[in-house]
Structures are given as C-alpha cells and as structure tokens.
C-alpha cells in the first residue's frame, strides 16, 4: 500500500505563485507514475501534469508553461511549482500515484492511479 499526502495549498491573488507537495510513504515502488489532478466545483477531475520514475513529464495544455511537476526521491515527495496562478486553477488538488513503467499516453485518466491523497484546497482571487 502507498499513501499520499498532499500539502502546500491556499490562498492568493491572481498571478501569484504556490507549490504543492505531495509525499509518499508505505511501500515505494522502483517504477511508478505519480500525476497531479484537480477538481473545481461542478466541475469533473482533470489531470495537470505526471512524472515517471525516469523522470518524463506530462502537462495539460491549461498549464504548460506555468506549472512545473519535480520529484524528490530522496524524500519521497512529488512537487508541483504552479506560478502565474489564474483565477481558472482554483480546485482541490490531488497527487495520485501507480505502479507502472511509464505513464503512457492516459497519464490523464483517473483509471491509471490506483493511489489517491486527500487533496489540498487552491484557491486564486482576481
């Protein structure tokens, strides 16, 4: 079993800047995909970004650019380095991981992750 989890979020102002951690503890595999989705209110849960234990990234579109997935396998922690925030980023924030080789083309789909965190609340006023 792996739990996550994520910490790192709140409050700011449009343009400003956060970053997310999200550590990982329990039985850490050698190979993984770990993602960052969110989940605004009405809305469905989307995915940000991904990094593979050989350290691939994946992005969305929305965030290319703006957001930086990292990891530290040191201390097990997954990051994600969000600056020029929009009012549009505000979500609940959440590091799901899985034990596969590489992330592959459905890094997106909730389906790929078999481990969830709690989530951390983003919120960015204009």
């Known amino acids: 079993q792996v739990q996550l989890v994520e910490s790192g979020g709140g409050s700011v102002q449009a343009g400003g800047s956060l970053r997310l951690s999200c550590v990982a503890s329990?039985?850490?595999?050698?190979?993984?995909?770990m993602g960052w989705f969110r989940q605004a209110p009405g809305k469905e849960r989307e995915g940000v970004a991904a990094?593979?234990?050989?350290?691939?990234?994946h992005y969305a579109d929305s965030v290319k650019g703006r957001f930086t997935i990292s990891q530290d396998n040191v201390k097990n922690t997954l990051y994600l380095q969000m600056n020029s925030l929009k009012p549009d980023d505000t979500a609940m924030y959440y590091c799901?991981?899985?034990?596969?080789?590489?992330?592959?083309?459905?890094?997106?789909?909730?389906?790929?992750?078999?481990?969830w965190g709690q989530g951390t609340q983003v919120t960015v006023s204009s």
């Open positions: 990094i593979d234990s050989d350290g691939n990234t």
């Open positions: 329990g039985y850490i595999y050698s190979s993984y995909c």
């Open positions: 799901a991981a899985n034990n596969v080789n590489e992330c592959g083309d459905y890094w997106t789909s909730q389906l790929e992750y078999m481990w």
